[in-house]
């Protein structure tokens, strides 16, 4: 669906948090790259980077992977990138992750500020993808950076919220631009499995579910100049598989 949306929309730049494109679980270099085919920029990622180990020699060699930035020193990999936009433009990528029902990594705020004051020398084209559990924490950071960046994009709990605007600074804001992946599922997983881990309390294998698929996130358009957004809009394509048809 993605190269037909690119046109469609006349997209620029496509940042697409890849996390859980290896089978629902993690990245590999194979599935990296088959995003990057398909008109994928940049990939942002989360907690569940770390689950493939090939993909840390990949992090360390490929600069459009990215992996949350407030990771301990020597971590593999970078977490955040400023990239080409057709001949004249450049736009930064900042990916961090949240501590609320999370690893104790440093402080996204204090990352994010350290960061920021780096890559706004380079561009005022800013995006930060906010890879967080608490809907709390996502908008204290979309608050804390408003007006420093172009757009603070949550992603994590692979349901779309409806809460998408842009805030008085100027920068873009949803909590989370929701998943990729099929639909009848619980956060894409066969539903079944996952019903049955909560009845059980048991350790449970997931297996990622079949059938109809959505495609979810945000469209942008930001002022290069001021680095501003002027648009935040939800996309939310279904596709079934088989079919091809889009509704
Ligand atoms: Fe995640």
């Keep these: 669906m993605l190269p037909s949306l690119r046109r469609e929309l006349a997209v620029d730049f496509v940042i697409a948090n890849g996390e ?3 089978g629902g679980i993690g990245i590999n270099p194979e599935k990296a790259e088959e995003l990057f085919a398909l008109g994928v920029d940049v990939i942002t990622t989360g907690n569940h980077v770390w689950k493939k180990r090939e993909v840390l020699p990949y992090l360390e060699r490929q600069p459009r992977l990215l992996r949350p930035a407030n990771y301990p020193p020597g971590a593999p990999g970078r977490g955040s990138g400023i990239f080409e936009v057709g001949d004249a433009k450049r736009i930064a990528i900042l990916n961090l992750e949240g501590r609320v029902f999370m690893k104790p990594l440093e402080s996204p705020f204090k990352v ?6 780096l890559l706004k020398e380079e561009t005022s084209l800013i995006i930060v993808d906010f890879h967080a ?8 950071l979309g608050w804390f950076l408003d007006g420093e960046v172009s757009a603070v994009i949550g992603t994590h709990t692979h349901v779309q919220t409806s809460d998408e605007r842009i805030l008085p600074g100027g920068t873009a804001y949803i909590t989370d631009a929701g998943m990729t992946g099929p639909i009848n599922s619980v956060i894409g997983m066969k539903k079944e499995i996952a019903i049955r881990g909560f009845l059980s309390q048991l ?3 997931f297996e ?3 059938g109809e698929v959505e495609l979810q996130g945000v469209y942008l358009e930001l002022d290069e100049g001021t680095g501003r957004a002027l648009k935040i809009q939800r996309i939310k394509r279904r596709q079934e598989v088989g079919h091809g048809q889009r509704i």
């Excluded at 994010?112 to 004051?117: F, L, P, T």
């Excluded at 559990?133 to 204290?140: F, P, V």
């Design 20 to 22: 859980n494109a290896a």
């Design 203 to 205: 350790p449970n294998r």
């Design 208 to 210: 990622v579910a079949g």
């Design 133 to 140: 559990e608490a809907t709390s924490e996502k908008m204290a």
């Design 112 to 117: 994010a500020e350290e960061c920021v004051s």
